[in-house]
C-alpha cells in the first residue's frame, strides 16, 4: 500500500513536478486560513466590547485580506489539481498500453481477471494519482487547521480539546473501513460491469446491428444487461445505506459533543472565565477541529480506496513480458531449412481440453504446406503456435533448428507475413489498411511515393486495385462511415470479399519474410477472384514457406504437402493425389466436395 502511495506520488512528480509542489504550497497556505480568520475575528470582537475601535482596523483588513486569499488559493489550487490530472493521464496512459504492448502473447489477455484487472486500470489510471495527491494536500491542509485549532481549543479548554479528538477516532477507524468495504464491492462488481458493457456494447454495435434486429434481439439484450445493471445497483445501494448508518452515528456523536461544548463556553462566559471573543474561537475551533477531523477521514478513506483501484494499474504496468524471453536470444536468420514442430501439445489453459496433440510436422523452405481438417480441428491453433502467440505446452517448434522459445519474438514476427481468419477491418484510409502490413512501429506511418507503389502493388496482387482507384476519394477514402466531418461523407463500407482482399494485400505487403501464413485468405471471395489469388499464391511461393488452410480442398491441390489435422491429431500428411489414394479423411472430403461440382 505505501509502495502504491509512492508510486502515485511519483508518477505526479514525473508528470508535473512545479505544479504538485504548488499544489502542497497552496494546501498548506489555505490550512492555516481558517485558524487565522478565527482569531482575527476574537480581536474584531475583543476590542469592539472592550470599546478600543481604533485599534479595530487592522485585525479587520487582515480578516478581510484571509477571506479574499482563502478564495484565490481555492480556486488556484482546483486549477494546479485540474492541470496535474491532465498531465499525469498522459503519463499513466502511456504507460499502461506500453505496458500492454509488451504482453506480445495472446493467453494474458484471454484471462477474465486480466481484463478486469486491465478494466479497472483504465478506468482508474488517470484519476487514481489525483485523488491521491488530492487526499494528502487535502489532509494535510485539514491537519494544519486541525492542529492551529487543536491548539486554540486547549488554551481554552484542555478538557475539551481532548474529548473532540477522543470522539475522532472512530471516525477515523470507520471511513477507513467504509473504503475498504467500497474498494472491494468495486472490484467485484468488475465482471457484473464487463457483462453489462458487453451487452450494451452490442445494442448499438454496428457490426452485431444487422442479427441484432433481424432476430429481435435487443429486448433480450437490454433486459440482461438491466438484470447486471440491477445486481451492480443492489450492491452499491447495500454499501451507500451501510455508508449512510455509520455516518449518521457519527454525526450525531459529534453535535453531542459540540452542544456539551457549547452550553460549556457559554456558562463559562457568563462567569467570566472568557470573553466574547474567546467564546467565537472556541465555537470557531469546536467546529473546525470536528470539520477537520471528519475531512482527514473522508480523505484518508478516499486515498485508501484509491491506492486500491490504483494497485490494478500499478500491477498491470509491472507486470513482466507474458511469454518467457531468453536473457541472451539468438538472433532469428533468414529461414533456409524449415519450421519443424516435434511433438507438439497444446491447450489454451489447463481447465481445456488439448487442442494439438503430439504434433510432428516440418515446414520446408521454398514448399507451401496445406492444412485441412473439420471445424475445431487445430489448424488456426497450429498457426498461433508458429507466430509464437502461445508456446506449446510440451514439445517445440523450431526454425531453422532453433526454438522459438530462444528468439526475440518481435524479430521472430518480423519474418512472417499473415492473413488472419478473423482479421482486421482498420477504420482508416485504404492506403493505411494496406500500409500497416510494414511499419515501422517506432515512427509513424510514412506513406511517401516508394510506399505509396508498393501499396498499388500488393492491391493488384490481391484484385483490389480498381476497385480502390474508383472509391470518391481513391486510395485516401476512410473505410469507415464513422469518423467523417460534417461536411465530408465520401468513407465507405467495404463488402466482406473486398475486405478480405485488402487484408490480402496487407499480408502481400510483407511478401519479402520468410513464412507466409494464410487462414482462410479466400473463403469471402468469389469464384474467379478465388482461382486468381491462388494463382498469384502459388506464382510467389518461391523464396519463403507458406502455409494455407483452406475448407475448399480445389484450392489447397497443389500445395506441395497436405496435412490433415483431426481432432487435435495429425491424421496424414502427402500430396494430393498421396492423400486421394488413401482413402481416409481427406479423400472422402475432397470426393464430397467435388460431387457437389459433378452434373447432375
Ligand atoms: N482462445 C481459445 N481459448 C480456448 N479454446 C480455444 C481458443 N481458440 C480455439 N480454441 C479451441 O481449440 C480447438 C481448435 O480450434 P481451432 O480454431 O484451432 O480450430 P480450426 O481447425 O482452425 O477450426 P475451424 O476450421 O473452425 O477454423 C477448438 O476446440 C476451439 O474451441
Known amino acids: 500500500m505505501i509502495r502504491d502511495a509512492a508510486a502515485a506520488v511519483g508518477v505526479a512528480w514525473r508528470a508535473a513536478p512545479v505544479l504538485l509542489l504548488g499544489h502542497l504550497a497552496a494546501g498548506a497556505l489555505a490550512g492555516t486560513a481558517p485558524v487565522a480568520a478565527a482569531w482575527f475575528t476574537k480581536l474584531v470582537l475583543d476590542r469592539l466590547v472592550a470599546g478600543q475601535t481604533d485599534d479595530l482596523v487592522w485585525p479587520a483588513l487582515a480578516l478581510a485580506a484571509t477571506g479574499a486569499l482563502t478564495v484565490v488559493i481555492v480556486q488556484g489550487s482546483q486549477y494546479l489539481s485540474g492541470e496535474l ?22 493467453a494474458m489477455l484471454e484471462q477474465p481477471a486480466f481484463q478486469d484487472r486491465l478494466r479497472m486500470a483504465q478506468a482508474h489510471s488517470d484519476s487514481g494519482p ?9 489532509g494535510v491542509q485539514s491537519l494544519i487547521t486541525l492542529l492551529g485549532f487543536l491548539g486554540s481549543l486547549a488554551a481554552l479548554s484542555l478538557v475539551l480539546a481532548a474529548t473532540v479528538l477522543v470522539a475522532a477516532v472512530p471516525a477515523l477507524v470507520a471511513e477507513i473501513q467504509l473504503s475498504r468495504r467500497r474498494a472491494t464491492v468495486l472490484t467485484a462488481l468488475s465482471p457484473t460491469e464487463r457483462r453489462q458493457f458487453f451487452y450494451a456494447d452490442l445494442m448499438t454495435s454496428l457490426d452485431a446491428a444487422k442479427e441484432i434486429r433481424l432476430l429481435g434481439l435487443n429486448a433480450l439484450f437490454r433486459k440482461r444487461m438491466l438484470s447486471e445493471f440491477a445486481h451492480a445497483n443492489a450492491e452499491r445501494r447495500r454499501l451507500d445505506r451501510r455508508e449512510f448508518g455509520v455516518q449518521g452515528l457519527l454525526g450525531v456523536l459529534g453535535a453531542l459533543v459540540a452542544g456539551a461544548g457549547l452550553v460549556w463556553a457559554i456558562l463559562a462566559a457568563g462567569r467570566g472565565l472568557l470573553t466574547v471573543g474567546d467564546v467565537a474561537v472556541f465555537l470557531a475551533a469546536v467546529a473546525g477541529t470536528q470539520a477537520s477531523i471528519t475531512a482527514i477521514a473522508s480523505r484518508l478513506g478516499t486515498a485508501h480506496n484509491a491506492l486500491l483501484l490504483f494497485a490494478h494499474f500499478q500491477e498491470v504496468t509491472k507486470a513482466g513480458p507474458d511469454l518467457p524471453c531468453p536473457p541472451d536470444p539468438a538472433p532469428v536468420p533468414e529461414l533456409s531449412n524449415g519450421i519443424e514442430l516435434r511433438d507438439v501439445w497444446f491447450r489454451y ?14 515446414i520446408p523452405f521454398g514448399q507451401s504446406l496445406a492444412l485441412v481438417g473439420p471445424n475445431g480441428a487445430g489448424k488456426s491453433t497450429l498457426v498461433k503456435l508458429l507466430c509464437r502467440f502461445y508456446d506449446p505446452t510440451r514439445g517445440s517448434v523450431s526454425w531453422d533448428g532453433v526454438d522459438l522459445r530462444d528468439m526475440p519474438v518481435e524479430h521472430l514476427r518480423a519474418r512472417i507475413g499473415a492473413v488472419f481468419q478473423d482479421f482486421m477491418s482498420y477504420e482508416l484510409t485504404a492506403t493505411e ?19 505509396k507503389h508498393r501499396v498499388h502493388a500488393a492491391a493488384q496482387r490481391a484484385g483490389v486495385h480498381d476497385m480502390l482507384t474508383g472509391l470518391p476519394r481513391g486510395y485516401d477514402t476512410m473505410l469507415s462511415r464513422l469518423f467523417q466531418d460534417e461536411d465530408d461523407d465520401t468513407g465507405v463500407l467495404l463488402s466482406g470479399g473486398q475486405w478480405q ?96 461440382y459433378a452434373p447432375a
Open 433 to 451: 489498411n494496406i500500409a500497416l502490413g510494414d511499419v515501422d512501429g517506432a515512427h509513424e506511418l510514412q506513406i511517401g511515393t516508394a510506399m
Open 130 to 138: 489525483r485523488l491521491i495527491l488530492e487526499s494528502a494536500v487535502g
Open 501 to 596: 482482399r485488402v487484408a490480402l494485400a496487407r499480408a502481400f505487403l510483407r511478401d519479402q519474410r520468410d513464412l507466409l501464413i494464410l487462414d482462410e485468405p479466400a473463403s469471402g471471395l468469389d469464384a474467379d477472384a478465388e482461382a486468381q489469388i491462388h494463382a498469384r499464391l502459388a506464382a510467389h511461393r518461391a523464396g519463403r514457406a507458406s502455409v494455407l488452410i483452406s475448407h475448399r480442398l480445389g484450392s489447397v491441390r497443389d500445395a506441395d504437402q497436405i496435412a490433415v489435422l483431426v481432432n487435435g491429431r495429425l491424421e496424414d500428411i502427402g500430396t494430393h493425389s498421396d492423400l486421394l489414394g488413401r482413402d481416409a479423411t481427406y479423400a472422402r472430403l475432397f470426393r464430397l466436395q467435388a460431387n457437389g
Open 85 to 106: 490530472e491532465r498531465r499525469v493521464a498522459v503519463l499513466t496512459r502511456d504507460r499502461l498500453y506500453t505496458a500492454t504492448g509488451r504482453m506480445t502473447g495472446l
Open 349 to 362: 489453459s489447463e481447465d481445456h481440453p488439448w487442442a494439438l496433440r503430439g504434433i510432428n510436422l516440418t
